[in-house]
C-alpha cells in the first residue's frame, strides 16, 4: 500500500523518499515500487533475527488457529511488540539517521500506522505535518486513538468474522474483537514508546501524534465496504493499488495455452504469506476465460477480483480477512467458507460448483465490477490532492473531531440520560405523592363519614 502511495506521488512530480526499517531480510527486496528511487534502508536490529522466529511459528499456525477467537492475536502480542520495538530502537539510536532526515526539512511525513514508532520519530525530527495510510479499511487502535465511531452493532470490527446483520452473541463477540484489536496494537505502540523515551528523552508518544495528521487515507472503496460513521479527515483511497489495465496485457505463451484448455477456469491463491502457486496474479486475474478466484481474502486480492468482476470462493486465514470475505459476500459476487472446511472436499465440491454454475455470482461480480470502475473519485487523484493540500497547509486543527476528548459518560451522553431519567423519577415521585395524599384524604373522609352515620 505504502509502495503504491510512494509511486503515486513520485509520478505527480514530487521528491519522495522511503525510510525503510528491514524486520525480515527475505522481504528486503519486495517493494512494490517502481518510480520511488530514493530509498533508506534501515537493517533489523540485533534482536529481531531471533524475534521473527516467533513470528514464523505464528505464521504457520494461520492455518489451523481459530481466528474468531479474539483472544488468539492478544497471545501474540509479546512477540510482535518485542519485534517492532526491537526495529524501533534500531531507528531511533541511529543519531546520524536522525539528523540526516532533520536536515531533510520535509513538507510532509507519511507512514501507516500498523507500527507507531513512525510517531515517536516524527516528534523527533520536528516533522511540521504529517498523514496516515491504512492498507485495510480501519484499525481499531486507529479508531480509538482519533475518536472515530465504531457503531459494533452493525459494523464489523477489523477483525471480526461477522457481516453487518449479527445476533446478540455476535454483537458481544464484535464488541470483544474491537477491545482485543486496540489493545493488541495500542500495547505494541505503548512498547515502542517505552524505547523511544529511553533514547529521547522528551518525545511525544504516538497516542498524542497520530490524532494530529491531517488526513488518515484508508484502503478501502465505499460502494463495496461496509457503510459505517465517519469524519471528514478519513479519505478512502481503495484500489489505489490495483492497475485495472491489466486486462489489456498479453499473457505469456504458457499461461495462454493453459487457460484455453478448459472451459471453466479457477485460479487458487493465498496471498504472499501462504503461497501455493507461482503464476503471477497480474497476468491473469483480468483474463476473461478466469471463471473463478479461490483466494484467503486479503484486501489486495478481494479489491482486485471485484474490480476485474470475477466470482469467488473466499477462505479467510486470519486478521482482517474474514471480514474483507464478508464484505464482497454482500453484493453476491462470493461465498465463504470456513479455513478448517478445506478438509472436507464435499463442502469444496458443493461451493465451488454453486459459484460456477449459478449465474448469478458472475452477473453479481460483474455488476459490482462496472460500478468500481464508474466511481466518480479517482484515488489517485484524491491521494495527490490531498496529500499537496496537507504539505502546504500543514496540520488541519479544525478537522479534529472534539468528541475524542470526551468521557464514555459525555461522549455517550450518559449525562443527559442520568438526568432525564432522574427528572422521570423525580416526576413520578412526585405524581406518587400527590395520588397518595389523595386517596390518603378521600380514604379519611369516607371513614369519617361511616362513623357519623
Avoid at 540526516?100 to 507519511?110: G, H, Q, S, T, Y
Avoid at 482519533?146 to 446483520?165: D, F, H, L, M, R
Avoid at 505469456?252 to 503471477?280: T, Y
Amino acid at each position: 500500500m505504502l509502495g503504491a502511495v510512494s509511486d503515486t506521488l513520485t509520478d505527480a512530480g514530487h521528491d519522495v523518499t522511503v525510510l525503510m526499517p528491514v524486520i525480515d531480510f527475505k522481504q528486503e527486496d519486495k517493494t512494490a515500487m517502481k518510480s520511488t528511487k530514493k530509498i533508506i534502508k534501515v537493517p533489523p536490529g540485533q534482536d529481531t533475527s531471533t524475534t521473527i522466529a516467533a513470528m514464523d511459528k505464528f505464521m504457520t499456525q494461520m492455518w489451523t488457529s481459530d481466528n474468531s477467537n479474539p483472544l488468539f492475536m492478544a497471545f501474540h502480542a509479546p512477540a510482535m511488540s518485542a519485534i517492532f520495538a526491537s526495529q524501533c530502537r534500531k531507528v531511533l539510536e541511529d543519531k546520524e539517521l536522525l539528523e540526516r532526515l532533520k536536515a531533510e526539512n520535509f513538507d510532509l511525513a507519511i507512514t501507516e500506522p500498523f507500527d507507531t514508532c513512525a510517531y515517536e520519530l516524527f516528534d523527533a525530527i520536528k516533522i511540521r505535518a504529517h498523514v496516515a495510510v491504512l492498507a485495510c479499511s480501519r484499525l481499531d487502535h486507529v479508531s480509538s486513538t482519533i475518536g472515530q465511531p465504531i457503531a459494533p452493532s452493525y459494523v464489523p470490527g477489523t477483525q471480526s468474522t461477522y457481516g453487518e446483520k449479527m445476533t446478540i452473541g455476535q454483537k458481544f463477540m464484535n464488541i470483544l474483537h474491537f477491545v482485543m484489536g486496540d489493545f493488541l496494537f495500542g500495547y505494541i505502540g505503548d512498547e515502542d514508546y517505552k524505547v523511544a523515551k529511553e533514547l529521547i528523552p522528551g518525545v511525544r508518544s504516538w497516542r498524542e501524534v497520530l490524532p494530529e495528521a491531517s488526513y488518515i487515507f484508508t484502503n478501502h472503496i465505499p460502494l463495496m465496504d461496509f457503510p459505517a460513521p465517519t469524519f471528514d479527515k478519513i479519505i478512502p483511497i481503495g484500489g489505489i493499488s490495483v492497475k485495472t489495465q491489466r486486462k489489456s496485457l498479453q499473457l505469456p505463451e504458457k499461461w495462454d495455452k493453459i487457460l484455453g484448455l478448459r472451459k471453466k477456469n479457477v485460479l487458487i491463491s493465498f496471498g504472499s504469506n501462504a503461497r501455493s502457486i507461482d503464476m503471477p496474479v497480474e497476468f491473469n486475474s483480468g483474463d476473461p476465460r478466469l471463471s473463478l478466484f479461490i483466494t484467503h481474502g486479503g484486501l489486495a486480492s478481494v479489491t482486485e477480483l471485484a474490480l476485474m468482476g470475477k466470482p469467488a470462493v473466499m477462505v479467510p486465514l486470519f486478521a482482517d480477512q474474514a471480514r474483507n470475505g464478508m464484505m464482497l459476500k454482500r453484493h453476491g459476487g462470493a461465498t465463504v467458507l470456513h479455513k478448517t472446511d478445506l478438509a472436507d472436499y464435499k463442502i469444496i465440491k458443493k461451493a465451488v460448483e454453486e459459484v460456477l454454475f449459478n449465474d448469478e455470482y458472475r452477473k453479481n461480480a460483474e455488476r459490482l465490477a462496472q460500478m468500481l470502475n464508474n466511481q466518480p473519485a479517482d484515488p489517485k487523484e484524491t491521494l495527490v490532492k490531498h496529500v499537496e493540500f496537507a504539505a502546504r497547509f500543514g496540520q488541519l486543527p479544525s478537522m479534529d473531531p472534539y468528541g475524542r476528548q470526551q468521557s464514555y459518560f459525555e461522549y455517550y451522553l450518559l449525562d443527559i440520560i442520568s438526568i432525564g431519567l432522574l427528572i422521570i423519577f423525580v416526576t413520578f415521585y412526585v405524581i406518587f405523592k400527590i395520588l397518595s395524599c389523595v386517596f390518603g384524604l378521600c380514604c379519611r373522609s369516607s371513614s369519617t363519614k361511616v362513623k357519623h352515620d
